[in-house]
């Protein structure tokens, strides 16, 4: 999916590309990126395959990435997408409980875990204080 920010409005700013394949998340996300003025929505993706291809497409800062995607989860696609944005940090972002998630994404090259539910402040911090230390 294309990103809606133009290029002038990007300078400075991080880059922010959403994966999740549930709709609503993907608006709320997209709301919270839109309103926050360091961050750009730099592309969207529903399933692992769009997550790999928008990654070599927009070299995102940053790359929110749901678990649980139909056609190839996040998790399958993580490695691809590490390959496609080598420069890109992954933040998964997951509804399944940390017991499920608790550190395969890691291993495959995530930098970060967060919950779905969590405050805006929140999912803004994590993105910010992540692209710093990584």
């Given at each position: ?20 394949d ?17 961050l ?43 390959l ?51």
């Amino acid at each position: 999916m294309a990103a809606n920010a133009s290029v002038d409005d990007r300078a400075g700013k991080i880059g922010v590309m959403i994966c999740d394949d549930v709709d609503a998340i993907r608006l709320l996300l997209r709301i919270v990126i839109e309103e926050t003025p360091n961050l750009y929505l730099a592309a969207e993706a529903t399933n692992g395959d769009e997550a790999v291809a928008e990654a070599v497409r927009t070299q995102p800062d940053v790359i929110l990435l749901d678990i649980s995607m139909p056609v190839r989860s996040g998790l399958d696609a993580l490695p691809d997408i590490k390959l496609a944005a080598p420069k890109a940090v992954v933040i998964v972002f997951s509804g399944l409980a940390d017991s499920v998630v608790e550190s395969e994404p890691l291993k495959v090259g995530a930098a970060q875990l967060l919950q779905k539910g969590v405050d805006p402040q929140t999912i803004v911090a994590a993105i910010e204080s992540t692209l710093a230390s990584g």
